[in-house]
């Protein structure tokens, strides 16, 4: 019974998960960052679980950031955020909620500082459908937590299978 349990469940599991990878988009643009003060470079992807509502993971990597005296602040964000798309033709517009996980170092030539947080992600965007498979898109997300901030970007997502 146990087996046969477990069978149904892996056939579920793999039946959902072939669903999620049907409409997969991943994507690259530029961020910039208020507290940080600086571009970032960002690799994102959604994952649509349904028609309106995507998974959508990206790594923020904040350009180096000289605060002089022989400092340099690094700074890294990891975001797990789910997207909810409202209707639109041309225009798909999409509120975010998620997590955030910040990774940030203030080096010198002597030592290195260290720290981590974690926050929370709201914010909202909108992918501009112009006709094939590269969608163009512009997002804003305000971060609460230690390492507040907003972050404003933009990029083009490819879509690859949906």
Known sequence: MKWKLLQIFAILFLVGVTKIWAQTRVGAGLVYGTEIES???????????????????DIVYFLTNDLGGGLERNWFDINLNGHY?????EVQPYVLIGLNYVINSVDSNFRSDNNTDIGMNIGGGANILIGGNLIPFAEMRFVIGNAKQVVFGGGVRLNING
């Open 85 to 89: 798309y409202f209707e639109g033709r």
């Open 39 to 57: 571009l970032g470079i960002n690799a994102n992807s959604q994952f649509f679980v349904r028609k309106d509502i995507a998974i959508a993971p």
